[in-house]
């Protein structure tokens, strides 16, 4: 288990509420945190920020999020742990293939993200 506390995490997320939940817990417990909105915006702030880990909503305006979990697993080496709403065993398998790390359906608890995150 690797500690990533102080590091940067990269919430890709389109809802604002979700967003502002996560930053806020995440912030309390050391993390610096970077937010996206869309598939495009995260792509640019990984390359910017170099997260440790990215939190990927698969349901983004702009992009699929499998194609940006892709295209960022080709452009980084962060931990990519899928957060949606998105909870059929072909979308798990989808997004792990194409290089997720982790993938958990919301709605989930906050000690079991810190934790997958940890």
């Known amino acids: 288990m690797t500690d990533v506390t102080g590091e940067t995490v990269l919430v890709v997320e389109d809802d604002l509420s979700v967003t502002r939940v996560l930053r806020a817990a995440l912030r309390s417990r050391g993390y610096q945190v970077t937010a996206a909105r869309t598939g495009q915006a995260a792509l640019n702030a990984a390359e910017q920020v170099k997260p440790a880990v990215i939190l990927l909503d698969l349901g983004l305006p702009d992009i699929d999020g499998v194609e940006v979990c892709r295209r960022l697993r080709q452009a980084c080496d962060a931990a990519i742990i899928i957060v949606t709403a998105r909870g059929e065993e ?3 398998v989808l997004a792990l293939d194409e290089g997720a790390d ?3 359906i919301k709605p989930f608890g906050l000690q079991e ?6």
Do not use: V
């Open 90 to 92: 072909s979308d798990r």
């Open 113 to 118: 993200l810190l934790a997958r995150i940890r």
């Open 102 to 104: 982790d993938y958990l």
